[in-house]
Each structure stands twice: as C-alpha cells, then as structure tokens.
T-cell receptor, first 114, second 118 residues
C-alpha cells in the first residue's frame, strides 16, 4: 500500500522569508511524487513532480521540491514567500511500484503574513 | 487551452432531491475521477473510469452513481442527497498510453462544484 504524510496542518511564514512544506511517503519501488496547490473555491493545480533524475525539481510560481530517497521525503520549498502563496498544498504519490491511483496527503494550509 | 470544466460551479438542492453534476474535458484523457472534498481536507476518491471500465471505491455510498457517455463527459448523480453530502465535488483526468496509465503524469482538475443541501 502507498501512503503520504503531511505532518503540519498549517505553516505560517512572513512574506519574503523562505518556506518549507513537509511531505513523507511510503510506496513499493520508486515513487512518482507530486505537489498540488488549491486556492479557495478552486480545483487542485499541479505545481511540480519528481519522476527520476535530479533530486531538486523546479516547478511553477518559483516553487521547488527536494526528493530524498533515504528519508522518503519530498519537501516543498520556496526561497521567498509571497502573500499570494497562501493556499492549501497537497502532496501525492503514485506508482509504478504502487497504484496508478494517487494517494494524497491530508493537506497543509500555508499562511504568508505581510 | 485544453481543460477540465465542471458545471455548475455552485449547486443548491433540497434534502432528498436528486442532483446531477457534470464534467467535461478537452484533454482527450481516458481516465476520469470523481472526488469529494470537505472543508479543506484531502480529496476523497468516489470512483473513476479507467477508459470505459467503471471502478467504484469500496466505501462510496450507493447514493452516488456515475455515468460516462463518451470520453469527454462524465456525470455524478446523487440520488437522495443528505446533509452529509454537502461538499466540494472535484472531477479530474489523467492520460493512458495504449492501455497503460501514465502514472508519471499529473492529474488535471476542474474547479469543482460546491454542493449545498437545504
């Protein structure tokens, strides 16, 4: 079975400071890992993914994520937070070792204070 | 732009009155999903179509049904909505290549229908 843990319900950060949203996973074999963002009353929007290769992946809106196989983590990062980054963030894992149906974390609410 | 469109964006219905939510896509993706999402929680998968094959999650209530008349359209029918069915309903798609799911590709989500029950 595959699983995802997002240990923080909420992350607070001041505008201009770096942010990190944590994600750990469990899956058989190599994981496919994804981050999505959800703004109020909107669907989930894809931010970035890790499939293979470089452990640091870059995505939309200046976000990046670091894959760490030994720690089974895929933390989302941004060097300088914006108030407009305030949203709900979901980490997800899919096969090939696990199911093609993605498993989502419970979500982390990011609040960026002016 | 290719996309996933959900209609209506907001739906109000009465307790026990059947309601249908719709989803259309221009991505030509063979896999379509329906999720229920309550108050900033993770989306909960209700069912999905793997091409023409319908797959129901074990804990999806019988009250929820789905139809997919063609690749582009998918419907969620709630036969007798209860107060606990008030939620955001999200439609999503992902591609197949041949008969194989592209697990290395992200899902594409619509903006959802927010369902209220009076």
């Amino acid at each position: 079975a595959q699983s995802v843990a997002q240990p923080e319900d909420q992350v607070n950060v001041a505008e201009g400071n770096p942010l990190t949203v944590k994600c750990t996973y469990s899956v058989s074999g190599n994981p496919y890992l994804f981050w999505y963002v959800q703004y109020p009353n909107r669907g989930l929007q894809f931010l970035l993914k890790y499939i293979t290769g470089d452990n640091l992946v870059k995505g939309s809106y200046g976000f990046e994520a670091e894959f760490n196989k030994s720690q089974t983590s895929f933390h989302l990062k941004k060097p300088s937070a914006l108030v407009s980054d305030s949203a709900l963030y979901f980490c997800a894992v899919r096969g090939p070792g696990g199911s093609y149906i993605p498993t989502f974390g419970r979500g982390t609410s990011l609040i960026v204070h002016p | 732009d290719a996309m996933v469109i959900q209609n209506p964006r907001y739906q109000v219905t009465q307790f026990g009155k059947p309601v249908t939510l719709s989803c259309s896509q221009t991505l030509n993706h063979n896999v379509m999903y329906w999720y229920q999402q309550k108050s900033s929680q993770a989306p909960k998968l209700l069912f999905h179509y793997y091409d023409k094959d319908f797959n129901n999650e074990a804990d999806t209530p019988d009250n929820f049904q789905s139809r997919r008349p063609n690749t582009s359209f998918c419907f969620l029918d709630i036969r007798s909505p209860g107060l606990g069915d008030a939620a955001m309903y999200l439609c999503a798609t992902s591609p197949l290549v041949g008969h194989h799911p592209q697990s290395n590709q992200p899902q594409h989500f619509g903006d959802g229908t927010r369902l209220s029950i009076l």
